[in-house]
């Protein structure tokens, strides 16, 4: 019984990462897609079954690691080994009260609008708070082709949890 206990505790991340993934595509093919804009603006027309198979064959592709950089040790490495950009996907106000040494402030709600900054030809490695927005802000960027996106899942609350300091 014990170690079925540690084994479900090993999986737990794992589930917790896919399951934050799931809702970040969700949220995006939502805000995309379903909610109503003005004038009908990016809603799904029924007659439209090429957006469900470009959907459907992303959500496909999404290899088995989820693009994810579980903990803070693999973070540490990801950024000793490949030098990517870091990116705080968190509001200005958050990034100002504390945030990982040499990110830049890219918020979730202006990303689209902040793309030059974020390179295509180098990786990048995004977080946020809790891992929420990361997901969204991942989900968004691999699917307008940017291919060297990773997520920190345990963000914000897990490096501090870790002990980690924070730059202001």
């Known amino acids: 019984m014990r170690n079925k206990g540690k084994k479900a505790m090993k999986?737990?991340?794992?589930?917790?990462?896919?399951?934050a993934v799931i809702i970040g595509i969700a949220i995006v093919i939502a805000t995309v897609f379903l909610i109503p804009q003005p004038g009908n603006a990016g809603t799904l027309p029924p007659e439209k079954p090429e957006v469900k198979t470009a959907i459907n064959e992303f959500l496909k592709s999404i290899p088995g690691d989820y693009y994810v950089v579980g903990s803070v040790e693999k973070f540490k490495n990801f950024v000793a080994t490949k030098a990517p950009l870091v990116v705080d996907v968190r509001e200005p106000s958050e990034y100002a009260e504390g945030h990982i040494a040499n990110a830049v402030n890219i918020p979730l709600r202006s990303?689209?609008?902040?793309?030059?900054?974020?390179?295509?030809?180098?990786?990048?490695?995004l977080y946020c708070t809790s891992g929420h927005r990361t997901a969204i802000a991942m989900t968004v960027l691999r699917v307008l082709g940017y291919d060297q996106i990773s997520s920190f899942p345990p963000s914000i609350k897990g490096w501090t949890a870790a002990g980690e300091p924070l730059e202001k």
């Open 11 to 19: 999986i737990l991340p794992d589930l917790s990462i896919a399951i």
């Open 111 to 125: 990303l689209t609008e902040n793309l030059d900054k974020i390179p295509r030809d180098k990786p990048a490695i």
